[in-house]
């Protein structure tokens, strides 16, 4: 995948992560704030129990937190680890470039310009 693809994707899963953990944080506290109204809506328009409300509810949020965790975190996580990796092996593989310089010798660089300098020299 292109890396900015990448980026792109993991920024959107945790935006996305975000905005839906604060989505679930305002559903539970509407839910504790709301809980003796709700449970008589309920009981008045739909003929259950306030058992049956609170199941339905705790099925609600055990519901949400897989949605959350799988369909958000688990991809944004995979993408940020694909992208890290790549970020190492792409900064190992300039480092390597720029130790060697044209006539074959071994240098390590002391300062970040001369290793950028080394890095152009590398690639001509």
Known sequence: ???????????????????????????????LLLWNTGASWTTHFFRIDEKEFGRLVLLFFIQLRVVL????????????WIFTEE????????????????????TVPKRREDAYALRKLSRN
């Open 1 to 31: 995948m292109d890396r900015d693809k990448i980026i792109f994707f993991r920024n959107f899963f945790f935006t996305a992560f975000i905005i839906a953990l604060l989505f679930a944080l305002f559903y539970f506290g509407a839910t």
């Open 69 to 80: 965790v799988f369909f958000f975190l688990v991809p944004a996580l995979a993408l940020h």
């Open 87 to 106: 970020a190492i092996n792409r900064d190992l593989n300039d480092l390597a470039k720029c130790m060697w310089q044209s006539n074959g010798m071994l």
